[in-house]
Every structure is written in structure tokens, then in C-alpha cells.
């Protein structure tokens, strides 16, 4: 409460003197400048309610154990960090006035991004205009790129079209022999699912391997049988789904039931959730997945993510939550090595600080170019013998890829 | 051109998938034929039957099959009730379209409530037999498919047998064909709606059930079923339950056929196409079917 009419005071005097003093009056005798003791207070709008409220949720858990766990080891600067979040009810004219209003007259230090791509660019839009640094959990479209930020930055390792960066690597390289050469692709017609098929697409197609059936269906689909029956038929080597997950464990029941056994089978998303191996009967022997936060990685400070959160909320932290935790760790990096938090000229320190650097991650290290866009792929996991392990990137396996995989 | 392999195992997955609609057009040309009442609520009772289904096999864990017991004389209770204390209310001038709105409200009922109670997340039933198939020739036929076919037929053909074999029959065909007529040689046409009715919402528990083995199901799943049966019943000839079977499984089979060059977004296209075809063409349906010239 002190930070907020202290502020207030600052943003007063400027506009008249009478009401500076009335203010004054309350503000009592505190420092016009933000001291040691003064919190750093961080703004962030969310989908508390309405149609993202379940993952915006999930990102405020993210930020609050970021603060707690930053705050139990004495801040940053000395100073202890103040989460100040309004809930924009999954509604993009509703976030650009909660920003405005952070920004504007709350007079937040710093802002950080809401959940999804729909309130993403509003949001980064209003940040720019302020010349405040905006670091991201959530906005993996192309679009979030293009529309010329030069403040924002994307908190997690790759956009939807690098997630299968590693794997296409992996197989690139692999001998002519064992190579795959034909390939079936199945999307859902959605941004982000048929990105990350796509993006693997373009990569083997560059490489010489023949796409044999390219479908999109639309989200709601629940009949697979057709698709599957083309996938089936074209004896494709690989199976790539653009999945959510539903549409993901609906298509491998139906490839399944045609029996159709490929040399490699990946699927976006549906892999990785807790309830995939029950939904599919637990035939999931070789199922590849990218993902883009896992509890078991190998990363230092995610250890003690997974430690403090798992102490503080009761269960174990999924990706939004690490999105969010990933998002204040660059923040506080930027902020531990410029050595300042406060609006004006220290966001363009803040910036420049991170478009130049490195940060180690619960997700891995991050770098951007300048768009914003993170420069590394997602790890690739496996089922191999009733677990989903990490199998790339190299430096952070469990174990090896399974490739021929076995039948399913 | 699509290989011949990928022809036969459309063919084969268009007739399974054909006779699913057969069975719950059958229901829905029913009411038609009984009392000229258009049930958009139908495919909801089908969501709803494919709900208790889903329910009574992950919470009691029992074989969604053997929520049948329970459902089918549920639903036909419910359809007699459903006849007697609201449609029958309303007035014959009006009845079609009155009918359209007064379904359409509990359709809309029903997927509220399903929401309420089980949330708007896609459910599938996980059985230990969901990705099992045999091989026909080349082809591959899913375990969960046919039992859905099996159900289909037997049902179409239980229902074949009432209406032609028993006194109930008889007398539910003679409503159907002339009410006031009935009601002269002595038939009590009120009770005998009463139970079509019913019969009709039966049909409904065993297709929901069916459905649920094989795919995903979520509260507005219905809206997805009801554009493709009404097509189904006017293609067929409105009340003409042979008709409905017959055009169900055409267009099944062209549904099933089409998503090979078409994708399935555009396959679906072909419900409508036939209707309008019909329409222009031929008002009375294809097959049999007198009713319609009085729509």
C-alpha cells in the first residue's frame, strides 16, 4: 500500500500542487525516491475468468511461486518483489486498459505478459508505446513476431514452428538406409497445433523426405477413421499429428485400430498429458512428443522450482506454470545485472540487457533475436517402456531415441 | 486416384458408419410419422445416452453395453412422458412448428445440464478393446465399430419386426398412415403415440450407446448429429422408417467415400447437398413416403 501512494504522490506533483498535498498529507514522510525497502511491484493482467481461465490460472500459480521463491532469498536488489494482478477475463479490449492502467496510474515498476496470443499483442502493444521491457509466458504464433515489438520477448524455448527442430536434426542425420522417406501429416486446423506439424514438414521437405498425405481437420472432429484410414493405406514410414489433446489420442486409437505400424510416430501435446497412456489403452511403446517444460529436466533452478512449488501448491508445477516461473526468472536477470527497477530510462537497460544475453532457465538457456523470438527447439520426449523420457536434445536425454519404434 | 486398399476400407468404414445412422434416423422419422413433430431434441437424448454410458463405465465401471439395461427403458418412459405432457399440449394447426421450438428447448436443456454436470471437457470411454480390429480382406474392421453396426441392426431390426408383427405394430402403423381412421376401427391413438414415442427416444439410448464406444463426446456434440439425420429422414421420405435406413446408409457410405478426395470438412457438405437435391427434385424423399407433400 505505501509503494502505491507513494507513487501516487510522484504523479501528483506533476499535475498540480493542491492535490500533491492532500496526497502528501497521506503519503506521510515517506522518500520521494524508491528505496531498499521499497518493493518492486510487478504488473500482470490475466484470464482469471472467462474462456482461458484454467491456464491463466495456472500462470498466476507460476508468478506467485516465482515471487515467493525470489522473496525467501531477499528479493532482488535488496528489494522484495509485489505481484499487483488484474484479471482481464480472457478479453483483449479489457487487458489494453489493464495495462494502461498499471502502467499509467498504478505506476508499476515492471510489466510482464498475459496468457495467450489473443491478449498477447494487445497487451505488448500498449508496453511498447510506454517503453516498458515486456517479457512473455505465452504467444508462441508467428503473428506475435511480426508486428515489429522491440520490447518483447517470448519466455520459452521455441515458437510453434521449432518444436520439432531437434527431432528433424535427428533425423536428417540418420543414413540413407534407415532414413524415413515418406511421411504422413495430420492437423488440426488451429494456429498453433498445425504449426508444429508444419514446421517439422518444412524441415523434412527440405531434406528430401516425400509427404504422402498432408490433412487438416477442424477442432471439433471426433470421427478420425477416414484420416486414419488414408495415413493407414499410404504406408507412410512417419506419422506427424499437429495435436491438441483429444484429436491427438482419437487419431492414434483410430491408426490403432487400422493397424497401422509406422517407424516413428509423433504427436504435439496429447503425449505428454498425465491421462494420454490410459486414454489409449497404454499402447504408447515409442510415442514421440516435443515438449516444452518437464519436471524431470535437467536444468539447475529447476530443480528448485519443482521443490519450492511443489511445497507451496501441493502438486508438482506443468508448462504454464513454468512459462510464468520462466518469464520472472529472465526478468530478474536483467534486473540483478542492470541494477535497477523503475520506469524510465532503466526499461531500455532492461531491454538491451536481455536483446544482448543468455539466460539460464527452468526451460533450458534462452536467447532471442530481434523479434523476440526464442532461438532454441523444444526437447523431444519418448515413451519407451510405459515412461515418457527425454530423448533430445543430447545434452539433456534420459535415454536414448528408440527409432525403429517398436509396434504399438 | 486413391488406391484400391484405401477405396475398400472407406467402403467398409462408410456401411458401419452408414448403419449408426440408419438406426438413429429410424427414431427420428418415427416421431415424424407418428405425429408429424420434428424432434430436434433426438440427437441431444443420443449425447445424453452416450453420457450415461461414458458415466456408468468410468464410475461404476461396468461395460458401457450394460448401461443399456438402464437406459433403454429409462428413455422410453421418458418418451411417453415427453408425448403425453408437453407435445401432445400443443395444437394441431401449430404442432410442426411449435414442435421445432418446444425440442429445440429441451435440446438445449439437456446439453446445459450435461455441461453442468460433467463440464464442456471431451470424454472417451477407455476400453481395454478400443484399438482391437479383425481383417477382412486387407481391410481392418475396429472391434468398437462393429459391436456400434451390431446394436444398429439388431435394434432396425427389432424395430422392423414391432411395426410389422405385433398388434402394437399394427396399430402404430395405422396412426400413422391415417389417425382418425384408427381412431374409427377402435385403436386408442393417443396411448399408441404415447408408446411410439417412447420407441423412438429408445432408439436414441442404444445409438448413444454405440456411439459412445467409439468416439469423443462433449454436451454440443449434438448440434453435429441433427443437420445430417433431418437430411437423412427427408432423403429417405419423411415417417418412412425403411426409407431412413436406406438413405442413412447411401449417405454413410458417400460421406465415407468423399472424405478421400474432400477431406472431412468438406464430406459433410453432403448431407446438405442431398437435401437440397431431394427438395427440388423430389419433395417426398426416395424412398416411399407419402408425408411429405403435407409438410
Known amino acids: 500500500m505505501t509503494i502505491r501512494t507513494t507513487k501516487r504522490t510522484r504523479w501528483a506533483t506533476a499535475v498540480g500542487a493542491t492535490l500533491a498535498l492532500a496526497l502528501g498529507a497521506c503519503g506521510g514522510d515517506e522518500p520521494e525516491q524508491a528505496?531498499?525497502?521499497?518493493?518492486?511491484?510487478?504488473?500482470?493482467?490475466?484470464?482469471?475468468?472467462?474462456?482461458?481461465?484454467?491456464p491463466g490460472k495456472g500462470v498466476q500459480r507460476g508468478y506467485e511461486a516465482w515471487a515467493k521463491?525470489?522473496?525467501?532469498?531477499?528479493?532482488?536488489?535488496?528489494?522484495?518483489?509485489?505481484?499487483?494482478?488484474?484479471?482481464?477475463?480472457?478479453?483483449?479490449?479489457?487487458?489494453?486498459?489493464?495495462?494502461?492502467?498499471?502502467?499509467?496510474?498504478?505506476?508499476?515498476?515492471?510489466?510482464?505478459?498475459p496468457f495467450s496470443t489473443r491478449l498477447v499483442v494487445p497487451a505488448a502493444r500498449v508496453a511498447?508505446?510506454?517503453?516498458?521491457l515486456f517479457v512473455e509466458p505465452a504467444g508462441a504464433a508467428a503473428e506475435?513476431?511480426?508486428?515489429?515489438?522491440?520490447?518483447?520477448?517470448?519466455?520459452?524455448?521455441?515458437?510453434?514452428?521449432?518444436?520439432?527442430?531437434?527431432?528433424a536434426e535427428y533425423l536428417l542425420a540418420l543414413p540413407a538406409g534407415q532414413k524415413p522417406t515418406t511421411v504422413a501429416y495430420a492437423a488440426m486446423d488451429d494456429p498453433f497445433a498445425q504449426g508444429t506439424a508444419y514446421g517439422l514438414k518444412a524441415k523434412l521437405e527440405a531434406g528430401g523426405v516425400r509427404t504422402v498425405v498432408d490433412e487438416v481437420y477442424p477442432p471439433n472432429t471426433t470421427d478420425f477413421s477416414s484420416i486414419a484410414a488414408k495415413i493407414a493405406t499410404s504406408k507412410a514410414d512417419m506419422v506427424v499429428g499437429g495435436s491438441q489433446y483429444q484429436d491427438g489420442v482419437n487419431l492414434?486409437?483410430?491408426?490403432?485400430?487400422?493397424?497401422?505400424?509406422?517407424?516413428?510416430?509423433?504427436?504435439?501435446?496429447?503425449?505428454?498429458?498425465?491421462?494420454?497412456?490410459?486414454?489409449?489403452?497404454?499402447?504408447?511403446?515409442?510415442?514421440?512428443?516435443?515438449?516444452?517444460?518437464?519436471?524431470?529436466?535437467?536444468?539447475?533452478?529447476?530443480?528448485?522450482?519443482?521443490e519450492k512449488y511443489t511445497a507451496q501448491f501441493g502438486s508438482p508445477p506443468e508448462e504454464d506454470e513454468a512459462n510464468a516461473y520462466t518469464t520472472g526468472q529472465v526478468v530478474a536477470a536483467a534486473i540483478t545485472a542492470v541494477g535497477c527497477a523503475e520506469q524510465g530510462d532503466c526499461q531500455k537497460k532492461l531491454v538491451d540487457w536481455v536483446r544482448a544475453n543468455k539466460v539460464e532457465t527452468v526451460v533450458g538457456p534462452l536467447s532471442w533475436d530481434e523479434t523476440g523470438k526464442p532461438q532454441g527447439a523444444h526437447m523431444i520426449q519418448q515413451w519407451v517402456g510405459g515412461e515418457i523420457k527425454i530423448v533430445l536434445p543430447a545434452d539433456a536425454k534420459e535415454t536414448d531415441v528408440v527409432y525403429p519404434k517398436p509396434a504399438w | 486416384m486413391p488406391s484400391g486398399a484405401l477405396l475398400f476400407q472407406s467402403v467398409?468404414?462408410?456401411?458401419?458408419?452408414?448403419?449408426?445412422?440408419?438406426?438413429?434416423?429410424?427414431?427420428?422419422?418415427?416421431?415424424?410419422?407418428?405425429?408429424?413433430?420434428?424432434?430436434?431434441?433426438?440427437?441431444?437424448f443420443l449425447i445424453l445416452a452416450a453420457y450415461l454410458?461414458?458415466?456408468?463405465?468410468?464410475?461404476?465401471?461396468?461395460?458401457?453395453?450394460?448401461?443399456?439395461?438402464?437406459?433403454?427403458?429409462?428413455?422410453?418412459?421418458?418418451?411417453?412422458?415427453?408425448?403425453?405432457?408437453?407435445?401432445?399440449?400443443?395444437?394441431?394447426?401449430?404442432?410442426?412448428?411449435m414442435s421445432v421450438l418446444l425440442t429445440f428447448a429441451i435440446a438445449v436443456v439437456i446439453e446445459g445440464l450435461l455441461g453442468y454436470v460433467f463440464s464442456g471437457t471431451q470424454r472417451r470411454i477407455q476400453l481395454g478393446y478400443g484399438s482391437a480390429s479383425l481383417e477382412l480382406f486387407g481391410a481392418r474392421i475396429a472391434v468398437v465399430k462393429l459391436i456400434a453396426f451390431g446394436l444398429a441392426a439388431v435394434a432396425l431390426l427389432s424395430l422392423y419386426l414391432v411395426m410389422k408383427k405385433t398388434a402394437f405394430g399394427w396399430a402404430l402403423r395405422a396412426t400413422i398412415q391415417h389417425r382418425d381412421a384408427a381412431r374409427l376401427v377402435g385403436i386408442d391413438t393417443d396411448r399408441v403415440a404415447g408408446f411410439g414415442f417412447g420407441l423412438g427416444l429408445a432408439t436414441a439410448a442404444i445409438g448413444g450407446t454405440a456411439l459412445s464406444l467409439d468416439t469423443t463426446i462433449y454436451p454440443s456434440l449434438h448440434w453435429h448429429w441433427i443437420g445430417p439425420l433431418m437430411a437423412i429422414i427427408v432423403v429417405g421420405g419423411l415417417g418412412s422408417v425403411p426409407g431412413a435406413a436406406a438413405a442413412a446408409m447411401v449417405l454413410?457410405?458417400?460421406?465415407?467415400?468423399?472424405?478421400?478426395?474432400?477431406g472431412t470438412t468438406w464430406a459433410q457438405t453432403v448431407f446438405y447437398i442431398a437435401l437440397f437435391l431431394t427438395l427440388a427434385v423430389r419433395p417426398q424423399g426416395f424412398f416411399g413416403g407419402r408425408l411429405a407433400q403435407r409438410f
Open chain 1, 35 to 54: 528505496s531498499t525497502d521499497d518493493p518492486i511491484v510487478v504488473g500482470i493482467s490475466l484470464p482469471l475468468t472467462g474462456d482461458f481461465s484454467e
Open chain 1, 69 to 113: 521463491i525470489t522473496n525467501d532469498k531477499g528479493g532482488l536488489l535488496g528489494r522484495q518483489i509485489e505481484l499487483k494482478v488484474l484479471d482481464d477475463q480472457s478479453n483483449a479490449d479489457r487487458v489494453v486498459a489493464d495495462y494502461e492502467q498499471l502502467i499509467g496510474s498504478d505506476q508499476v515498476d515492471i510489466v510482464v505478459g
Open chain 1, 128 to 132: 511498447e508505446e510506454y517503453g516498458m
Open chain 1, 144 to 167: 506475435v513476431f511480426q508486428q515489429g515489438f522491440k520490447n518483447l520477448f517470448y519466455a520459452a524455448p521455441a515458437v510453434a514452428s521449432d518444436h520439432y527442430n531437434h527431432l
Open chain 1, 252 to 306: 492414434i486409437v483410430a491408426l490403432q485400430q487400422l493397424n497401422y505400424q509406422p517407424k516413428l510416430a509423433a504427436f504435439s501435446t496429447a503425449p505428454t498429458s498425465p491421462e494420454f497412456a490410459a486414454a489409449i489403452g497404454n499402447k504408447t511403446e515409442g510415442i514421440l512428443s516435443p515438449t516444452g517444460y518437464t519436471q524431470d529436466a535437467p536444468y539447475e533452478s529447476n530443480k528448485e522450482f519443482v
Open chain 2, 12 to 44: 467398409i468404414l462408410g456401411l458401419l458408419l452408414g448403419g449408426l445412422y440408419a438406426l438413429l434416423a429410424a427414431g427420428l422419422t418415427l416421431y415424424f410419422g407418428i405425429m408429424r413433430v420434428v424432434m430436434i431434441a433426438h440427437s441431444a
Open chain 2, 53 to 97: 454410458a461414458w458415466w456408468s463405465h468410468t464410475e461404476l465401471g461396468v461395460d458401457p453395453l450394460l448401461s443399456m439395461v438402464v437406459t433403454v427403458p429409462l428413455f422410453f418412459a421418458a418418451g411417453v412422458l415427453l408425448q403425453r405432457l408437453l407435445l401432445a399440449r400443443l395444437r394441431p394447426v401449430t404442432l410442426t412448428m
Open chain 2, 252 to 262: 454413410g457410405l458417400a460421406q465415407s467415400l468423399l472424405q478421400i478426395e474432400l
